[in-house]
């Protein structure tokens, strides 16, 4: 076979593998990216498949006819691969601001977060976690299929919030339990097999608003580890956040303060400098986490987005 006709041959193969692991990978079926980033994706991908002079590939053109052809919608899927080989799939708005919150989308600091639980597994390993601020999920989601907690709490305060974030767990692999407890928290075991469900951290979806938490709520979660991820962007909420840490500190039945950690984005440098200002004020000690070795999930890596240990 000619060099020419060998090499025409390899090139669309290549495309035609690419299209294969990308858009009509059996996950982004299933649970397909934004309508207007394939659309997107598959005409780039055809202007590079033109620029080679190769014949025709079908499956690219019809692929994207199919696509042209979809009403937009206000959410979409986005997928990431752990380490485990797991995924975690979550349901996002395609909007960063949609019904009157920021927190229907997964920010770089969830990412960032989940990465460092991931290379730091034993913090979280058969321990109570709460996560303040949760939002859809993301860096939950991933501690629970990656870090074996006992208990996981996801918390957050917008109700549309909460109800995407219980769609979001189920979506994963977690079948809600009838309410066991009052009305804001809803448990959740892992899908696996019975005889495995020892293994599987208990998961609790819980409504907390830190300005107006009842202390019997509290009471009741009792964390290890507490951790959020871009909490820390509004000068209004930086008091409430602080106060939440002290009367969860306080309300430890053993006495052992909860190992706190928070990942955040330095947008503006007076909010971070306030943040800590407010820390110092009640004595909440503080130090930068350095930055982890590990690159799992695929974002524009932010030289500002930094983890912080608290000590309370």
């Known amino acids: 076979m000619p060099p020419r006709v060998t090499k025409a ?24 990216p934004s309508t207007r980033y394939r659309r997107h994706f598959l005409t780039e991908l055809i202007k590079k498949h033109e620029s080679t002079a190769a014949e025709p590939l079908d499956e690219l053109y019809d692929t994207l006819a ?51 639980a991931i290379e730091n597994s034993a913090v979280f390993s058969s321990r109570t976690v709460l996560e303040l601020g949760s939002g859809i999920g993301f860096t939950g989601i991933a501690i629970c299929k990656t870090c074996t907690p006992k208990r996981y709490i996801f918390s957050d305060c917008h109700r549309g919030v909460l109800k995407q974030l219980t769609e979001n767990i189920r979506l994963n692999g977690f079948v809600l339990e009838p309410e066991t407890t009052h009305h804001t928290q809803t448990e959740a075991r892992g899908p696996e097999a019975e005889a495995t469900n020892d293994q599987k951290p208990k998961l609790i979806v819980a409504e907390l ?34 106060g939440m840490l002290q009367k969860l500190s306080a309300l430890r039945a053993d006495g052992k303060p909860p190992e706190v950690y928070i990942a955040l984005t330095i947008r503006n440098p007076d909010t971070y400098h306030l943040f800590q200002a407010e820390l110092d004020k009640v004595g909440i000690g503080w130090q930068i986490i350095p930055a982890h070795s590990n690159g799992i999930f695929l974002y524009d890596v932010q030289p500002n987005v930094t983890i912080l240990q608290l000590f309370i």
Not at 9 to 31: D, G, M, N, Q
Not at 99 to 107: D, E, M
Not at 224 to 237: L, S
């Open 9 to 32: 041959i390899a090139v669309l193969e290549w495309f035609l593998l690419t299209i294969t692991k990308t858009i009509l990978h059996p996950l982004c079926v299933r649970y397909p």
């Open 209 to 242: 608003d830190w300005g107006s938490v009842r202390e019997k709520q509290l009471l009741d979660l009792q964390p290890d580890v507490i951790i959020a991820a871009d909490v820390v962007y509004d000068p209004e909420i930086t008091s409430a956040l602080v």
């Open 66 to 116: 199919d696509i042209l052809n979809e009403e937009e919608s206000t959410h979409c899927y986005k997928n990431y691969l752990l380490p485990t080989g797991e995924c975690v799939t979550l349901s996002e708005s395609v909007a960063v601001i949609s019904g009157g919150t920021t927190g229907l989308v997964t920010w770089d600091a969830a990412l960032h977060l989940a990465e460092w």
